[in-house]
């Protein structure tokens, strides 16, 4: 891959004597400024009597804190045009601010009151835990939620990297103000914590204001979590009312920090992205198998995952796991040249989209701190990804196919695509639960 010159200036990280990074991605055309804070904890770091917790944590934080009540922090925020949010996955909790490069002081000021001083009112948290449930229940009646949520099942067991990120009913409605100020006495430490603002940020002034905001915080221990060892398996929830079929069959794949996950990408890309890629153009173009299907690899700290995902008829269940199982083996054995350049080419606009989004910069900012400790030049990765050989990619396929799978199935699903799928790619079955939360 040619590389043009950058006129941009680099991302700079500063680290306080506590441990938190402070990051600032240089982005001097942008008319505004976005602002995380990114902590290491999620449904990853969270036992099985804590699962969701993560999640419930996150939507407190809005609730009041020691200097301001819910309202307050809505308005301090809206009063300068600013839109504030958060997210929780698995691998990190996130706090999100974004206004006028102005207000960039109010706006670390903010986040550091809600990350550091909420107070989680108990009358909040009786309000809020109806809005969890509710969201809950929504995701538990999501035919295409729960196949995800039973294909990490399948892939990871009882380790945290099989819980889904909202957590289980019985524990949303057990969770109390206590359970949250421990887990985040315990979580929220300044080792575990990334800063990051993205736009036209003076890096000088920005660090002068994060340690006026977050100096004091401890600096903790690292929230760490032992590897998960690769299970496999059929796991299948039949849901009342869906008339389709769900589908995510998936493989084990090289974590990110073993540069063997390269090739898992491309070959992703090759078999199924955009509809001239193979699975596209045969399962929806020329059999009418699925509206959506698409291929992934989905490549974590930790972990990784090949994915394939679909929707179907359930008559037609069984004759899109045989079609997978063919293109996988055909391109186990040839490489499709045309297709390869395709996938290059493809990722190589991905990520150059994503290096001009700031929140996709902010992100891939703090997960290469908490992985790596340092932050990689996504065109470094960039040119790795393009140098590999067509002859790794052709034996991705083949490790596919001699692996065990992973395979989830809900909504209306037929037991002879359940067996179908167990057959071709050697993934044992398994009893599901009547309800994967269980």
């Known amino acids: 891959m040619n590389r043009a010159p950058n006129p941009i200036p680099p991302a700079s990280v500063a680290t306080l004597?506590?441990?938190?990074?402070?990051?600032?991605?240089?982005?001097?055309?942008?008319?505004?400024?976005?602002?995380?804070?990114?902590?290491?904890?999620g449904s990853l770091h969270e036992t099985r009597r804590l699962n969701g917790i993560s999640h419930v944590v996150e939507h407190m934080?809005?609730?009041?804190?020691?200097?301001?009540?819910?309202?307050?922090?809505?308005?301090?925020?809206?009063?300068?045009?600013?839109?504030?949010?958060?997210?929780?996955?698995?691998?990190?909790?996130?706090?999100?601010?974004?206004?006028?490069?102005?207000?960039?002081?109010?706006?670390?000021?903010?986040?550091a009151d809600i990350v550091l001083n909420s107070s989680f009112p108990a009358d909040e948290l009786e309000r809020e835990r109806q809005v969890i449930l509710h969201e809950f229940t929504e995701f538990d009646e999501d035919p295409s939620a729960m196949a995800f949520q039973l294909f990490d099942r399948a892939c990871y067991g009882l380790h945290p990297a099989g819980q889904p990120v909202i957590g289980n009913r019985a524990n949303l409605k057990r969770f109390t103000r206590a359970d949250l100020l421990d887990y985040v006495q315990r979580q929220y430490s300044a080792g575990n914590v990334v800063v990051a603002a993205a736009g036209p940020v003076q890096p000088e002034a920005f660090l002068r204001s994060v340690e006026a905001a977050f100096g004091?915080?401890?600096?903790?221990?690292?929230?760490?979590?032992?590897?998960?060892?690769?299970?496999?398996?059929?796991?299948?929830?039949?849901?009342?009312?869906?008339?389709?079929?769900?589908?995510?069959?998936?493989?084990?794949?090289?974590?990110?920090?073993?540069?063997?996950?390269?090739?898992?990408?491309?070959?992703?890309?090759?078999?199924?992205?955009?509809?001239?890629?193979?699975?596209?153009d045969e399962i929806r173009e020329r059999r009418g198998l699925a509206y959506y299907a698409a291929c992934s690899a989905d490549i974590l700290p930790i972990a990784g995952q090949f994915v394939v995902e679909a929707a179907t008829a359930p008559a037609q269940a069984e004759e899109?796991?045989?079609?997978?199982?063919?293109?996988?083996?055909?391109?186990?054995?040839?490489?499709?040249?045309?297709?390869?350049?395709?996938?290059?080419?493809?990722?190589?606009?991905?990520?150059?989209?994503?290096?001009?989004?700031?929140?996709?910069?902010?992100?891939?900012?703090?997960?290469?701190?908490?992985?790596?400790?340092r932050l990689r030049d996504p065109l470094d990765a960039l040119a790795r990804l393009q140098a590999v050989p067509a002859a790794e990619v052709t034996a991705v396929f083949s490790a596919l196919l001699a692996g065990s799978a992973a395979v989830a199935l809900a909504g209306s699903v037929p037991a002879r695509a359940r067996d179908r799928a167990a057959a071709l790619f050697k993934a044992p079955l398994a009893d599901a639960p009547a309800s994967a939360n269980d």
């Open 17 to 41: 004597s506590n441990g938190l990074r402070a990051v600032v991605i240089p982005m001097p055309w942008r008319q505004t400024v976005s602002l995380s804070v990114f902590i290491r904890t």
């Open 61 to 111: 934080a809005f609730k009041g804190t020691a200097l301001r009540d819910c309202q307050r922090i809505n308005l301090d925020a809206e009063r300068l045009g600013a839109e504030v949010n958060a997210h929780t996955d698995k691998d990190h909790t996130a706090f999100h601010i974004e206004g006028l490069p102005r207000d960039v002081d109010a706006f670390v000021d903010l986040l």
């Open 216 to 280: 004091a915080m401890p600096r903790g221990d690292d929230n760490r979590v032992a590897l998960p060892v690769w299970q496999g398996g059929v796991k299948l929830r039949r849901m009342g009312g869906s008339s389709q079929c769900q589908m995510v069959l998936g493989f084990e794949a090289p974590a990110l920090n073993d540069e063997r996950h390269l090739p898992y990408v491309l070959a992703a890309a090759l078999l199924g992205e955009g509809m001239s890629s193979p699975l596209l």
């Open 320 to 373: 899109f796991f045989v079609e997978v199982a063919r293109l996988l083996q055909q391109q186990a054995e040839a490489s499709d040249v045309v297709g390869l350049q395709r996938a290059r080419n493809q990722l190589t606009v991905r990520t150059l989209r994503a290096i001009e989004q700031p929140a996709r910069r902010l992100e891939s900012a703090a997960q290469d701190l908490f992985a790596f400790g």
